[in-house]
Antibody, heavy 125, light 106 residues
């Protein structure tokens, strides 16, 4: 069964750090790009960061650039998100999601087809 | 950055109703548009990718259409399990989600 399981969330003070993990199983992890997506309480979905299958390319939303670092260990089938200089507005449920691509009329389109259940991060004093 | 605008933000409907949700991109995104369903306390679930392609396992009462900047998600006959929040997402340039449309029971 294809599965993603997040961990590492919790309560942290403003300015603090936290590292989230996402353990993947049931598929060849290294062949898929991955993302972190977050959802603040009562709000919509916000893409946070993405990483290529090899880990050689990384991408960030402007809201977290310079504070968050995405990485992966393909030998451990695990995705990470290192979060530094945390702010109250970073409070959210953080989901990891697998990127997939589908061909339609010879053109490849991209989407997120597998999601974890999320881990909750609260930034508060 | 590409902005995604969904409408309405919420709607009330009855079982059996036909429901339409729209999503507009701030610039042309071709068919790089996906739709997700999210129920309270759960992760999002992919319904439609490439504007109109049904994800494997998703029932055919969900239909997506559109191209360029204007897109639509239609639920042909609303079922009790369809009451949820629906999000569009562009994958043309990075990733951006719409703000969501909450479908509630009338």
């Amino acid at each position: 069964e294809v599965q993603l399981v997040e961990s590492g969330g919790g309560l942290v003070q403003p300015g603090g750090s936290l590292r989230l993990s996402c353990a993947a199983s049931g598929f060849t992890f290294s062949t898929y790009a991955m993302s972190w997506v977050r959802q603040a309480p009562g709000k919509g979905l916000e893409w946070v960061s993405a990483i290529s299958g090899s880990g050689g390319s990384t991408y960030y939303a402007d809201s977290v650039k310079g504070r968050f670092t995405i990485s992966r260990d393909n030998s451990k089938n695990t995705l990470y998100l290192q979060m530094n200089s945390l702010r109250a507005e970073d409070t959210a449920v953080y989901y990891c999601a697998r990127h997939a691509e589908g061909a339609v009329a010879g053109i490849y389109y991209y989407y997120m087809d597998v999601w974890g259940k999320g881990t909750s991060v609260t930034v508060s004093s | 950055d590409i902005q995604m605008t969904q409408s309405p933000s919420s709607l009330s409907a009855s079982v059996g109703d036909r429901v339409t949700i729209t999503c507009r991109a701030s610039q042309s995104i071709s068919s790089y548009l996906n739709w997700y369903q999210q129920k309270p306390g759960k992760a999002p679930k992919l319904l439609i990718y490439a504007a109109s392609s049904l994800q494997s396992g998703v029932l055919s009462r969900f239909r997506g259409s559109g191209f360029g900047t204007d897109f639509t998600l239609t639920i042909s006959s609303l079922q009790p399990e369809d009451f949820a929040t629906y999000y569009c997402q562009q994958s043309y340039s990075s990733w951006t989600f719409g703000h969501g449309t909450k479908v509630e029971i009338k």
